[in-house]
């Protein structure tokens, strides 16, 4: 865990180590009577590791945010069964909602098999262009999930594509590329996405 240019926030960034760890889940899901003992001595199945894991840590935090790919997989299904919220990005265009639906049943199937359910769920729209194409998928959407739409939204700027490239966030750029207005309209972007997620995520802890 690494400390970041945010007071109190911290990271713990992926590693090479993750390449084989879908593997090892896999092998070791044929091995129960190997699985390692939680505290009150009941083996723990793979894709309950990281909820395990995180029982240690997390009252010392106010949030513990985990990012994974959309896909269901052992370390997705890891980091879900971990979640009490969830927040899938999508992008505004045709092909991106046509696998969002698909993936959305397979988190239905995975969520029913689960004990607790989400406290928090919102679809967040990301790399938004205000364009023609944009507008009607956002219109889509709306009509789709209705309340679970989150307000705000990740709008195309070219500081934070950026950002992204050069493995930094749009926050921690020495220097704007383009303008001093982009770079601004960049930082306002991403500041009302996380009033956005911080309202939210609150208002569900709380509940």
């Known amino acids: 865990m690494k400390p970041t240019y945010f007071h109190n926030v911290f990271l713990v960034p992926a590693s090479g180590l993750l390449r084989n760890l879908e593997v090892d889940l896999e092998f070791q899901s044929l091995r129960p009577d190997q699985f390692?003992?939680?505290a009150n001595g009941e083996p723990i199945p793979t894709h309950n590791r990281l909820s395990a894991a995180l029982e240690d840590i997390k009252d010392d935090f106010d949030a513990i945010i985990i990012d994974c790919p959309p896909k269901i997989d052992k370390m997705s299904m890891n980091a879900l069964g971990a979640a009490d919220t969830l927040?899938?990005?999508?992008?505004?265009?045709?092909a991106d909602v046509g696998s969002y639906n698909q993936l959305c049943g397979s988190l239905a199937h995975y969520y029913d098999q689960l004990p607790k359910p989400l406290r928090y769920f919102r679809v967040l729209l990301s790399q938004f262009k205000e364009d023609g194409a944009s507008l009607k998928e956002e219109k889509f959407m709306k009509s789709w999930v209705g309340e679970y739409m989150m307000l705000n939204k990740i709008k195309h700027n070219v500081e934070i594509s950026r950002s992204i490239g050069v493995?930094?966030?749009?926050f921690?750029?020495?220097k704007p590329e383009s303008s001093r207005q982009a770079y601004n309209y960049g930082v306002e972007t991403m500041e009302s996405v996380f009033k956005d997620c911080l309202l939210y995520t609150s208002d569900a802890a709380d509940e």
């Open 167 to 170: 493995l930094h966030t749009v």
């Open 36 to 38: 390692p003992i939680d």
């Open 87 to 94: 927040i899938n990005v999508l992008r505004p265009s045709g």
């Open 172 to 174: 921690s750029l020495y």
